[in-house]
């Protein structure tokens, strides 16, 4: 996804093991996979008892689940979305910050996310799962580390190649959107304020990181 200029941007590149965005990854499959035994061969929603987001769940003291969620997805094209979406921006990432970083943001965007929705659909009686927004966050991240390096996007079935900062203006109009048209109206089963969520904490993530590296004394 963000690739085109023929040139390497990575700064992080991890010799000898396994990359963060790819240990995610596997876990988010192998998590799917444990719930769909569950469901079929045991007739039990373990991990949507215990592990989505909802204000029941909190109301319980199932606290775990603000992050929980994020690990959890409802069916293949659900999690096959996601994952194509982490795989090419997480790896972007890492590359650009590290695991550290990079896990940093993921995990951080999904409380954000869940805040966001905890706090926007508070009477809604249904559960949250998904990776959506802390891949939000990663995106935002992106977009903003390289403003003005340009990507393909399929819109409306149309290609088009618009610079990164372009895409994330794009991406904050459509989830403020779609939340105030679609989900707070409850058409549409996508949790858009969630993804709103991410965004707004990689974009934080951004700033602050920038911040302090400004601030850091140099040698």
Known sequence: MFRGTGKSFG???PFGRVAAHRCLLRLLV???LLQHVGRVWFGS???GDYAALS???LRHG????LLSYAFLHGGCLHLLLNGLLLHGVGRFVEERVGPGH???IFLGSALAGAGFWLCLQPALPCSLIGASAGIAGLLAYACLDLPQQRSWLLL???PIRLQLRTLLGLLFTLEIGGFLLLELPGLVPIAHSAHLGGLVAGTGYF???ETLSLRRPRR
């Open 11 to 13: 700064r992080y590149r």
């Open 30 to 32: 192998g998590l799917f």
């Open 45 to 47: 929603d373990f991990f």
């Open 55 to 57: 204000a029941s769940a």
């Open 62 to 65: 199932y606290v775990w689940t």
């Open 102 to 104: 990079f896990l940093g």
């Open 156 to 158: 409306l079935f149309v």
């Open 207 to 209: 700033f602050c990181r």
